[in-house]
């Protein structure tokens, strides 16, 4: 069964480094996601990918983020300067397009990285 | 603004018993839909079922189903015949048809099955 893959697992960063989240969404999707959960919290919606461009982003997504879909597969979350409290699971999730265009509602996720930031 | 209560932080079942899992839901949106996911230790984000607002039918996958009340607002999973690995969080979210493509999440109610 086609899932959403994640990498890496675990990173470990120092405050003030530049971190590259790494997702392969399923390969048929088009709908691109990054939610994060900080530890013991609820999940929190980032940013949305459609298109090669963002197609809706929360508040937390400020200029210190970025996503990227750099070729045919991988999607990719970049957090320039890592402050503490970016510290929390990252989760990529991806849909798929129905005939007609229209945006299927169910959204699969991937494992998760958590990032540590020291 | 969307919004989703589950008011139950944890919950104990005997194995092989059913258990419901309770999710209210705020939204001005005509067209939603609702979803419920898994979240083993491990902590991936297993999607388990989903119900469209205009469904007219409760979905059902296999053990799961979905007791979707519209008028209540509410749309309580059921878990049958509990399994020991049935033990995680259970997370209620909401989306917006047409709308925001965000997911909308609960803060989670923490499962224990006993054996």
């Known amino acids: 069964e086609p899932e959403v893959t994640q990498t890496p697992s675990h990173q470990v960063t120092q405050m003030g480094q530049e971190v590259i989240l790494r997702c392969v969404p399923i390969?048929?999707?088009?709908?691109f996601y990054w939610y994060r959960q900080i530890l013991g919290q609820k999940v929190e919606f980032l940013v949305s990918f459609y298109n090669n461009e963002i197609s809706e982003k929360s508040e937390i997504f400020d200029d210190q983020f970025s996503v990227e879909r750099p070729d045919g597969s991988n999607f990719t979350l970049k957090i320039r300067s890592t402050k503490l409290e970016d510290s929390a699971m990252y989760f990529c999730?991806?849909?798929?397009?129905?005939?007609?265009?229209?945006?299927?509602?169910?959204?699969?996720f991937g494992p998760g990285t958590r990032l540590t930031v020291l | 603004a969307q919004k989703i209560t589950q008011t139950q932080p944890g919950m104990f079942v005997q194995e092989k018993e059913a258990v419901t899992l309770d999710c209210t839901y705020d939204t001005s949106d005509q067209s939603y839909g609702l979803f419920w996911y898994k979240q083993p230790s491990s902590g991936e984000m297993i999607f388990l079922i989903y119900q469209g607002s205009y469904d007219e039918q409760n979905a059902t996958e296999g053990r799961y189903s979905l007791n979707f009340q519209k008028a209540r607002k509410s749309a309580n999973l059921v878990i049958s015949a509990s399994q020991l690995g049935d033990s995680a969080m259970y997370f209620c979210a909401m989306s917006s048809q047409g709308g925001s493509e965000k997911l909308v999440f609960g803060k989670g109610t923490k499962l224990t099955v006993n054996p």
């Open positions: 999730a991806s849909s798929e397009e129905a005939a007609g265009g229209a945006r299927v509602d169910t959204q699969y």
């Open positions: 390969s048929n999707h088009l709908y």
